[in-house]
T-cell receptor, first 113, second 115 residues
Framework: DAGVTQSPTHLIKTRGQQVTLRCSPI?????VSWYQQVLGQGPQFIFQ???????GRGNFPDRFSARQFPNYSSELNVNALLLGDSALYLC????????????FGEGSWLTVV | AQKVTQAQTEISVVEKEDVTLDCVYE???????LFWYKQPPSGELVFLIR??????QNEISGRYSWNFQKSTSSFNFTITASQVVDSAVYFC????????????FGAGTTVTVRA
């Protein structure tokens, strides 16, 4: 079975632009989460969606938004990009229950110039 | 407050040496889960092991083993007979009952295994 897939793999954007990152979870997983990982740090939780509903939100500004589609895939949108948004954005999928193993994709490397 | 602390920033060993990674966590929940992930240079976080708070039995899985001690809130991870392919950043993470939808990660420990 395919793992968590993310696109694009790498992208460069200019300050002020908007970006959309995409994620397809593992088949059978109904929960998708997004994490931001700045160079040299551990991943930070941004959002979780379960059954198309937002279940949790981390400490990120409203410029960050996400949604989950009926097929459980998800998009993360970031508006008005700042230099500090440059990071690896990781998507994770799981069954969504406590203790479920959370599997990660290879991430999308975003560089804001 | 930092929920997961990995005090070791970098560890460098010679191939075939054992490597032990320290992890200390903080939670008020009685039910929680602890994880170890490996992140090679490609960026993907690779799941290694999971342990729940009610199971302190320490296990060995291949070259990996872990030592979970609730009394000291520690969840240490050991790689036995390290190999060059083990070179990566290793993250300890916590999932709590009150926040079961997210993982709280430590800052990571960079392991370099030299041939």
């Amino acid at each position: 079975d395919a793992g968590v897939t993310q696109s694009p793999t790498h992208l460069i954007k200019t300050r002020g632009q908007q970006v959309t990152l995409r994620c397809s979870p593992i088949s059978g997983h109904k929960s998708v989460s997004w994490y931001q990982q700045v160079l040299g740090q551990g991943p930070q939780f941004i959002f979780q969606y379960y059954e198309k509903e937002e279940r949790g939100r981390g400490n990120f500004p409203d410029r960050f938004s996400a949604r989950q589609f009926p097929n459980y895939s998800s998009e993360l949108n970031v508006n008005a990009l700042l230099l500090g948004d440059s990071a690896l954005y990781l998507c994770a999928s799981s069954h969504g229950t406590l203790g479920s193993t959370i599997y990660f994709g290879e991430g999308s490397w975003l560089t804001v110039v | 407050a930092q929920k997961v602390t990995q005090a070791q920033t970098e560890i460098s060993v010679v191939e075939k040496e054992d490597v032990t990674l320290d992890c200390v966590y903080e939670t008020r929940d009685t039910t929680y889960y602890l994880f170890w992930y490996k992140q090679p240079p490609s960026g993907e976080l690779v799941f290694l092991i999971r342990r729940n708070s009610f199971d302190e039995q320490n296990e060995i899985s291949g070259r990996y083993s872990w030592n979970f001690q609730k009394s000291t809130s520690s969840f240490n991870f050991t790689i036995t007979a390290s190999q060059v392919v083990d070179s990566a950043v290793y993250f300890c993470a916590l999932s709590e009952t009150g926040n079961d939808y997210k993982l709280s990660f430590g800052a990571g420990t960079t392991v370099t295994v030299r041939a």
